[in-house]
Nanobody
């Protein structure tokens, strides 16, 4: 019943910015932990950022100065603001929501950083 849908990916120039959105449904009235991972070609999926129901955030150390995660609980939506993008940020970005200890994943949105 839980559905997770990402949006906002696309092609950007190095140094540009993107804001990804992730809308979750099927959560009832509960506010759940949510976050982002990414996977580049031929690489393992890696943590980008997480945010708890109370708004506490956690980032991959190498990304914390450029990326910001936030949420709107009224919309069951989490956002990822990505600034100063680099070619190595190119990846499929996946959103998840945790309910009752189980992670539910979206299908991903592709971010391509290239000149």
């Amino acid at each position: 019943q839980v559905q997770v849908v990402e949006s906002g990916g696309g092609l950007v120039r190095p140094g540009g910015s993107l804001r990804l959105s992730c809308a979750a449904s099927g959560l009832g009235l509960n506010i759940n932990p949510m976050g982002w991972y990414r996977q580049a070609p031929d690489k393992q999926r890696e943590l980008v950022a997480t945010i708890t129901s109370g708004g506490s955030t956690n980032y991959a150390d190498v990304l914390k100065d450029r990326f910001t995660i936030s949420r709107d609980n009224s919309l069951n939506t989490v956002y990822l603001q990505m600034n100063n993008l680099k070619p190595e940020d190119t990846a499929v970005y996946y959103c998840y929501v945790t309910k009752w200890g189980i992670d539910y994943w979206g299908k991903g949105t592709l971010v391509t950083v290239s000149s």
